[in-house]
């Protein structure tokens, strides 16, 4: 049925409610609700009724679309008053809208997850999604769990590198295997002795090494040059990613490279190749989906130096 509105004019300067709310199809309670919330602005008239200027009918329209499109009273507020643009507004929502969606695929794939299970694992797995059923949370414990064994402050752009390959943002989109392997990391980084062993290490490094920085770019790039090795499923042998991997130590412990720096340099970082840390590496890659993260190029970069410094072993550097 064809809607019909009184017609205003120039010559009709405010509107009554019950105009306004038959130019807009806005119930008349609905109109005083957004004028209490001070959506809209009226004046009372000498009998003590609210009346409108004609604006009202375009601003009383723009607050219903909005509305429709699930933005609250107070953005659309911010949008009236000039104090955000309606772009800016619609943006922010679907952000948040964003984050919803998010938590709700993290509770769809870890509910996919017990459904799954075996019989004899079930109980195992519910306690252990339980403990991540949060996926901001869980992305923070990991973050937390860095932090805490950070001895330097590094500059911002490489502290960034180093939380994006070590605490990743859970996937947006996650299958069961990924949501098992996250809380499985949350569940990991709550072992005390991980932590205790990787700041022990985190703090001797900070009394021996010159730049942190600098050692990190030159691990970062032996772990590329081994990771071709990893992703073959090459044996961990002495190669010149190895080679790479003992200077970059070497250059910022102003050491050089001897069998007895690698010895001690293997001694010195042996909670690198803790079972629970390449654990933790292996579920970094389910995670991110990338088969060689960096930590595993790493453990394949200690356990070919492990073999060279091994008694029967020989070192050799293969092109």
């Known amino acids: ?18 105009d306004l709310a038959a130019r807009t199809g806005v119930p008349v ?26 604006s009202a009918v375009d601003r009383l329209d723009l607050v219903r679309r909005l ?25 922010a929502e679907r952000a948040a809208l964003d984050v919803e969606l998010a938590a709700l695929a993290w509770r ?18 519910l306690d252990l999604l339980a403990a991540a059923h949060d996926r901001t949370a869980a992305h923070d414990a990991l973050v937390a769990f860095w932090q805490r064994i950070m001895a330097v402050r590094l500059p911002g752009h490489v502290e960034s590198m180093f939380f994006e390959a070590s605490a990743p943002r859970p996937p947006a989109e996650p299958t069961p295997a990924q949501v098992v392997a996250y809380a499985e990391l949350v569940a990991l980084v709550a072992e005390p002795g991980l932590g205790r062993r990787l700041a022990a290490r985190a ?4 009394r021996r090494i010159a730049d942190e920085t600098t050692l990190l770019a030159g691990i970062g790039e032996a772990c590329e040059l081994a990771r071709p090795l990893v992703l073959a499923g090459s044996s961990p042998v002495a190669c010149a990613a190895v080679d790479r991997f003992v200077a970059a130590y070497a250059e910022v412990m102003r050491g050089a490279d001897t069998p007895r720096f690698r010895r001690e340099l293997l001694a010195a ?43 029967t072993g020989r070192a050799r550097t293969a092109s």
């Not at 509305?67 to 943006?91: F, K, N, Q, T, W």
């Not at 703090?203 to 900070?206: D, F, L, M, R, V």
Request: proline content about 7%; glycine content about 8%.
């Open 1 to 18: 049925m064809l809607e019909v509105r009184p017609i205003v004019t120039q010559d009709t300067p405010e509107l009554g409610i019950g």
């Open 29 to 54: 309670r609905t109109i005083r609700f957004y004028c209490d919330e001070g959506l809209l602005e009226a004046h009372r008239s000498a009998g003590g009724h609210r009346r409108f200027p004609r």
């Open 67 to 91: 509305r429709r499109l699930g933005l609250g009273l107070p953005a659309i507020a911010s949008v009236l008053s000039a104090e955000r643009s309606l772009p800016e507004a619609v943006a």
């Open 108 to 125: 769809r794939a870890a509910l996919r997850a017990v459904e799954e299970a075996s019989p004899a694992e079930r109980a195992a797995r």
């Open 203 to 206: 703090w001797a490094n900070g």
């Open 269 to 311: 970082t042996a909670v690198d190749r803790d079972p629970l840390l390449r654990r933790y590496w292996t579920l970094i890659g389910e995670v991110t989906g990338d088969p060689a993260p960096v930590g595993t190029a790493q453990a394949w970069l200690l356990d070919a130096l492990e073999r060279q410094a091994a008694p």
